[in-house]
C-alpha cells in the first residue's frame, strides 16, 4: 500500500510517524511507499523533512502531489460542510437537499452544483424564518428507516408539508422516494430488528426490503420531456403497489439488456414524485429541461444550454497534472514486486 498524507491540514510528518506507530508489524511491513498530497510552495523547503522521514520510518517518499485547483472529480460519498451557504441572489433557482446523517450518492446532486443558475446546499435542519427553495430533495440514505426517523424527528415532514402547499417540488431519489411512500417495511430486518414503520404519506406505494439487494444499469426515458436519462439503481427496497399508473420514466434497458418497464412515481400535478434512478442529473439535457421548468415556475426565462465541461475525461487531466510529480519509477518497482 500507498500511505498518503494532507499536508493542507498541516502536521503531515505526525500524520506519517504516528500512523506507523499505531499498525501492528504484519501490517507496516505493506506499507511501501508514503505520498505528499495537496503541497503548496517550493518543494525544495521539504527536502530535510522527506530524508529525516525515510530515516525514520523505513519507508521511501515516491511523490509530493501540488493542490490542484478545479479538479472535477466525484467527492466521496459525503457532504462537506460548507455547502450549506446563505441564499445566493446570483443564483435564482435554489436546491435544498436534506442532509441525512446516512446520506448516500451525494455525488448525484453534483451536476447540479455546476450548474451557473441553480445553488444546491444541504441542508440539515429546517429554518421557519427562511423563504421555500424552489426544490427539496430528499436523497438516499444508507439506513432509509433510521434516516426517515431523523426526518420526522427534525421537522422535515412538516417542512416537507409547506413546500407541497407552496406548490414548490419535491423529489426524492432512492431511499428518499421509499420515504415519500405509505409505509417500508423489512421482514428480514435488513436494516436493523424493526420490522418496519410508517413512511411520509405522500405516494400511493409501500417498500418492502427483500433479501437480495438490486444493482444495476438503467437506460430509459423521462415520460414528460421525452428525453432519455441514464443512471444505475443499488437497492434492498421493491415496490408493492402498481406504479404504472403515475410512473415519471419508462425504461427500456437494465444492465443492457432491452426491457419495457417503469421506474418511479409522481404525483397528479407532476410536483412531487420519486425515482431509485441514481446518476440522473448527469444526463445534460435532462438536467437543463429540469431547471428550466423551475425557472418557468418562478416566470425566469429558460436557458438553451448548461456550461460547458472541459473536454477529456477529468482523471486522464488528473493523472497527466499529476505524472511530473511522481516518481513512477518506485512505484513501477512497487507494483512489480
Keep these: 500500500m500507498l500511505l498518503v498524507g494532507n499536508i493542507d491540514w498541516g502536521g503531515v510528518f505526525a500524520q506519517f510517524v504516528g ?25 525544495a523547503l521539504l527536502e530535510p523533512g522527506i530524508r529525516w522521514l525515510e ?21 466521496e460519498d459525503s457532504v462537506a460542510d460548507h455547502k450549506r451557504g446563505a441564499p445566493d441572489a446570483g443564483r435564482p433557482i435554489r436546491i435544498d437537499v436534506v442532509h441525512l446523517p446516512r446520506i ?17 446546499r444541504y441542508v440539515e435542519r429546517p429554518e421557519a424564518d427562511e423563504a421555500l427553495p424552489d426544490c427539496l430533495i430528499l436523497p438516499g440514505s444508507k439506513s432509509t428507516m433510521a434516516d426517515l426517523a431523523f426526518v420526522r424527528q427534525q421537522g422535515w415532514d412538516r417542512y416537507l408539508r409547506r413546500c407541497v402547499d407552496a406548490q414548490r417540488e419535491v423529489v426524492g ?6 420515504m415519500l411512500g405509505r409505509a417500508i417495511l423489512d421482514p428480514h ?31 430509459g426515458l423521462h415520460l414528460e420531456s421525452r428525453l432519455p436519462v441514464a443512471g444505475y439503481e ?12 403515475r410512473p415519471a420514466f419508462h425504461v427500456t434497458k437494465r444492465s443492457g439488456r432491452a426491457v419495457e418497464d417503469h421506474d418511479g412515481m409522481q404525483s397528479s400535478d ?9 446518476g440522473l442529473f448527469d444526463t445534460a439535457a435532462f438536467r437543463r429541461w429540469w431547471v428550466n421548468r423551475l425557472r418557468g415556475r418562478r416566470g425566469l426565462p429558460a436557458v438553451p444550454d448548461g456550461p460547458a465541461s472541459p473536454s477529456g ?17 518506485a512505484l513501477y518497482r512497487i507494483l512489480d514486486a
Aim: net charge negative; with cysteine; proline share 7%.
Design 55 to 75: 530515516r525514520r520510518c523505513g519507508v521511501p517518499v515516491v511523490g509530493t502531489l501540488p493542490f490542484l485547483h478545479d479538479v472535477e472529480l466525484l467527492e
Design 173 to 178: 431519489i432512492c431511499g428518499g422516494f421509499q
Design 234 to 245: 443499488i437497492h434492498m427496497g421493491r415496490l408493492h403497489e402498481e406504479s404504472a399508473q
Design 104 to 120: 448516500s450518492n451525494a455525488t448525484d446532486f453534483a451536476p447540479l452544483e455546476r450548474e451557473p443558475d441553480v445553488q444546491v
Design 19 to 43: 500512523t506507523m506507530e499505531l499498525l501492528d508489524p504484519e501490517e507496516r511491513q505493506l506499507v511501501r511507499g508514503f505520498l505528499i498530497n495537496k503541497f503548496r510552495g517550493d518543494r
Design 189 to 219: 430486518q435488513a436494516e436493523g430488528r424493526a420490522d418496519g414503520m410508517p413512511g411520509l404519506g405522500w405516494l400511493p406505494m409501500r417498500t418492502v426490503f427483500e433479501a437480495e439487494k438490486v444493482v444495476t444499469r438503467v437506460e
Design 313 to 329: 475525461d477529468p482523471y486522464d487531466r488528473l493523472a497527466q497534472a499529476l505524472r511530473p510529480h511522481l516518481d513512477l519509477d
Design 270 to 278: 407532476g410536483r412531487l414524485w420519486g425515482t431509485y434512478l441514481h
